[in-house]
């Protein structure tokens, strides 16, 4: 044989497609996802069948746990003990199901998630509501099939009298498909297919009337009834649960707070570390000590309090934090004929109930087959007993067992079945009194096969058998409902004080970008000095703000965005220290740069309003509340044009005037108020009207006519005017001249651009940088007093080719 006929070519993604495909088929069907009609994933069917058919019923004593999973694996299950040990673990936690399956004896783990114990020590047996999962199973109600190895044969699914799927809920993962099902109150879902019985074609809100939503076993409160009715109609939906808790009032004015149910699926010890963890990390202030008090009295987790704590505010940030509050996602999916289906609350209920109607016509169908073969065998008795002696002279005569039975059968026209109970019945039963109790028996079992074919026959009979049977179960079983349902959603508020201390502390931002945080201790340390903090060679600090650690600062950008940055998140330096890259506390992009940085205390007032002014003249006001913001990341403050940026950014309560001095000297006052309020992406209106070449230096927040402008150039000429110079104009003109260049071949220059303006009532230093790396400083009153259109002075004396490249003012603390 060639090779070319040894192998056939074939394409990978067609062989992985092929048996990934098996193998999903596989997953779907026979691991992951659970039968619609009884609930259960294979494992658990197989794991519950093994045990009733071995008898590990709950009328019997436990039996080692090794021995069941052993049955499984050798019967039904071929798969590692681990997987069929873990199924079984599962239906015996009552913190998972709310009824539990397996009836557990020994240590089978705990709401701490501690494992259960090796199945060599444990001991189980079936709940008794297991029983009713399986009840009927000998009656041929549900279909079987050949195990793994064709010795034996499994149920395809079990009879489950109740709704299982609903009552104890599910979870899993497969290829392409999860499911997640909560567990419910078995009371309200039995009720719901009595109501369904009775009304097949009842409305969600009808069904919601009866089932308020989950009910979880270990309780807590749930909270979304729209994500209920969402998840009850699609499959899909999304609630809140929240743990049940108390604050208790102690001694001494302290109190505490005490947690008795906490979510569905959730860690107890990894909640109760989590809050530890928030209490060794001072992540809130006013948590003195928890304690996990849980015993056999239930659970109970304590959070102590220091003295005059937030006690609401502390639980309201644990709610947040930790899982004291959890998303419960519906994904409703389940096998409805040997496929996923993603199912709405009233489909899943209508399949059940097709089962049931397919269990009961089946379990009655093989009963009554049983009552007319007994009445067929008891007719044939009764006939005998009234012609004994002849029966009895007509099998002494026959030579043996079978010529007797042909005998009876050609003699006196009984069928091969009744000749054949004649023949095995016993001398006692000769008696009258057995003759009367035959009779009784007889007549018993015509009424009862009545009785069977009128179940048969009449739809309405068998609805009210399934019905008074579901019933039965709801009486006997049915407990108390354990979770909460809450309509709402509480949004959950944290105040900033609850998370972080309030403290006064200095903000420092230099001119290459470095911030700081600095307590009023290393300050006062240090020299209490404001000019003394530590920076790298070359930098010079541009922002100092004294703040509080509630407060945010508002970093604006020369491209129009801003961060909201709270001041507790700006890294805390010693006043000596240099501070850390901005970069590395806000996303600020390498392109652009900081402009103005604007502390504020709280966002409500109505009359504060940001107003933003570009290089190109334009100007914006915006309310300050728009700058509200909770995101890290950048936001948009200001539209900007092409070509254009923000220089400057203030607050303003908009009773001031403001001076925009452009780069040639020109300028105009104009009031803030002119500048109607417009929306935080807006890009503004005109502020002055500027040559092509020319663009602004400097904006100002001036009011009155008391104060002086003190104006430098890029050459450190310079000199003061009196504000009262500065007349009011009207926004949008070309303004007045503010400085007069020198010209001339034969005449020292003074500048050729402004380089910054400053309006003082007293004396401050201006701090300006030159392009040959020298920082120079003077005050504004050794300006020489000047007519607002003059030529200046020098003040400061620069170098040959030396010029200023930047030019800025510090007022400690700055308030800007």
Partial sequence: MSVSEQFKPAFLEDVVGDRFGRYSKYIIQDRAIPDVRDGLKPVQRRILFSMYESGNTSDKPYRKSAKTVGDVMGNYHPHGDSSIYDGMVRMAQPWKMSHVLVDGHGNWGSLDDDPAAAMRYTEARLS?????????????????????????????????????????????????????IPTHSLREIIDACVALIDKPFMELDEIMQIVQGP????????????????????????????????????????????????????VKSRLVTAMENIRLEKKVDGIAEVRDESGRDGLRIVVELKKEADAQGILNYLFKKTDLQVTYNFNMVAIVNKAPQQLGIIQILKAYIQHQRDVVTARTQYDLNKALDRSHVLEGLVKALNILDEVIATIKASKNRQDAQLNLVNQFGFTERQADAILTLQLYRLTNLELTSLTK??????????????????????????????????????????????????????????????????????????????SMLSFNRSGGEWNGSGVKEGDQIRHVFEVNTLDRLLLFTQ????????????????????????????????????VSVIP????????????????????????????????????????????????????????NDLLLVTKQGMSIRFAENEINPMGRAAAGVRGIQLKDDDCIATALSVHGDEGEITILTDLGWGKRSLLLDYVQQGRGGKGMASFEFKEGKRVKPNGSVIMGAFFSKEAYPIIALTNGGRMLSVLTERAPLMDRKSIGKVLLPLEKDEQLIDVFALHPPQHE
């Fill in 128 to 180: 008794p509501i297991a029983n009713e999962l399986l009840r009927d199973i000998d009656k041929d109600t549900v279909s079987f099939r050949s195990n793994f190895d064709n010795t034996t044969e499994e149920p395809s699914v079990l009879p489950a009298r109740f709704p299982n799927l609903l009552v104890n809920g599910v979870s899993g993962i497969s290829s392409g498909f999860a499911t997640e």
């Fill in 215 to 266: 009910d979880f076993p270990t309780g807590g409160i749930i909270m979304g009834e729209e994500g209920i009715r969402e998840a009850y109609r699609t499959g899909k939906g999304r609630i809140y649960i929240r743990s049940k808790t108390e604050i208790e009032d102690l001694r001494g004015g302290k109190q505490q707070i005490v947690i008795t149910e906490i979510p569905y699926q959730v």
């Fill in 441 to 518: 028996e007889l007549d018993e079992i015509k009424k009862k096969v009545e009785d069977l074919q009128l179940i048969l026959s009449n739809e309405r009979k068998l609805l009210q058998v399934i019905k008074k049977e579901m019933t039965d179960i709801r009486n006997r079983f049915g407990i108390d409902r354990r979770s909460v349902v809450q309509g709402e959603i509480e949004e959950i508020k944290v105040n900033l004080e609850v998370m972080v201390n309030s403290e006064d502390v200095i903000v420092t931002v230099s001119n290459d970008g470095y911030v700081k945080r600095t």
């Fill in 559 to 594: 491209r129009g965005q801003y961060f909201s940055l709270p001041v507790h998140l700006v890294p805390e330096f010693k006043w000596k220290d240099n501070g850390t890259a901005i970069v590395n506390v806000i996303p600020i992009a390498k392109e652009d740069r900081l």
């Fill in 600 to 655: 504020v205390k709280s966002f409500e007032d109505e009359s504060q309003s940001l107003v933003f002014v570009t290089k190109r003249g334009q100007v914006k006001r915006t309310l300050l509340k728009e700058y509200e913001t909770n995101r890290s990341a950048a936001v948009v403050a200001c539209k900007v044009a092409d070509h254009d940026e923000i220089i400057h950014v203030y607050g303003s309560d908009m009773s």
